[in-house]
């Protein structure tokens, strides 16, 4: 999933469970327009290669030949350091919720201070999952009028595309707050994610059954929503395997 | 050509000589996703009506109805105060030019005092012609990808749209879901971290000796260095609780 060292970090552009292969081309071009040419696709609907999305990309074909096929989301951020995933809808999870343009100079500036970015863009019937937006950092809103929100795929990611371009003109080589910290990566958030739910599960925390997918869904938010370091997640980590192993001491 | 008075001023969007029926219905869609309905069309190649515009304009449709029909350029500009044209092509033309972002801040600045806007679009193929450009006061020039610009009618016209509701200021700021967030006070953190202690110390997790001031420090940190809820508080104060009568259930 690591794209050459050679190559000018830029937000990775992820088209979640895509329906029509006419829109992932589209999508590809409207990247292109403005210099994006990161695209990784999660389990496309009608498979891939897709000869409807290659007609449809024409002049940016080479997108589609470079992006990634991912099985799911969690494979798809792996490397990532910081997710953002656009919505219409506003939703009740907890995220920072960014406009268009306070997204793109933030992906800027994390990446200017070494950081990987991904934006996530949904299915085009329904858009992303709760369980998609919760693996998110943060949420991009985009301003629509509210008696016809329409954005299609292909137009969702034009105006990121857009902003990002606007973006590498404001750009500061401000560093992050933080600079130098070990955060985690999407993958090791994941592994800690999972390791809770497991022993949670386990033990008996998920309770009662109506309430168990909010309360895995609230568990995962909060972890995509913490700053963690590497050393926390490996804390986090001890401290479930101590528990665990206090129960079975005796 | 004049619009009641009691419609709000917006930018008229001018459509020249489009070819397409689709893109005239595709760029009424993208109007309407930004609050533009006021749209004129010069001289439409295929006559107008047009049964493949109404197609595609599914929902903004009323756009269509209310379009004005106009024999050329000077009649669709005829009561029009100021007039930007959009155009990929740099041209020998000495016009000002504007970013969408400032062309739209100047369309609101104008509006506001009483002026009368519009917004040129070409035909699909070639854009507008000089002459149409000669009678614009101003240039708007998209910044995309100088290997790759094949921004269509309707993408161009959606970031005007797009520009234009920033204009208003009714962008959510960056954060806005955040606002309202029901934070946990430092008391309740204190009484996290103090529980966690407390049973971390039981299960055995503080080892060896001396490290044990160590990782209780670190552990504070990272709950003080957390940004979370009272439902996040809960959550984990369930979480341990659970863990502890797992352990002693048998």
Known sequence: MTDPVELPQIPAIV?????????????????????????RIVAPRDGWPN?????????AGRLLDKAQLCDDL?????????????????????????????????????????????????????????EDIARANAIISVPVNPHFASLNLAQCVLLMGYEWMRAQGNVTAQQT????????????????????????ETSGFFFPDHKVASMKLNLRNMWSRMPLTRADVQMLHGMMRQMVRWKERD
């Open 15 to 39: 088209l979640v469970r895509p329906q029509m292969g006419e829109n992932i081309g589209a999508a590809a071009r409207a990247m292109w327009n403005f210099g994006l040419d990161r695209m």
């Open 51 to 59: 000869p409807a999305a290659v007609a449809m990309a024409s002049g």
């Open 74 to 130: 969690p494979v798809a951020c792996a490397d990532c350091d910081y997710v953002f995933a656009t919505t219409a809808r506003s939703r009740d999870l907890i995220k920072p919720v960014f406009s268009p343009e306070a997204a793109m100079t933030e992906a800027a500036r994390r990446i200017a201070s070494g950081q990987r970015v991904a934006v996530l863009f949904g299915p085009e019937r329904a858009g992303l999952e709760n």
């Open 177 to 200: 707050q933080m600079a130098g910290t070990d955060w985690a990566s999407g993958q090791e958030i994941e592994h800690l994610a999972a390791h809770y739910e497991e022993r949670l």
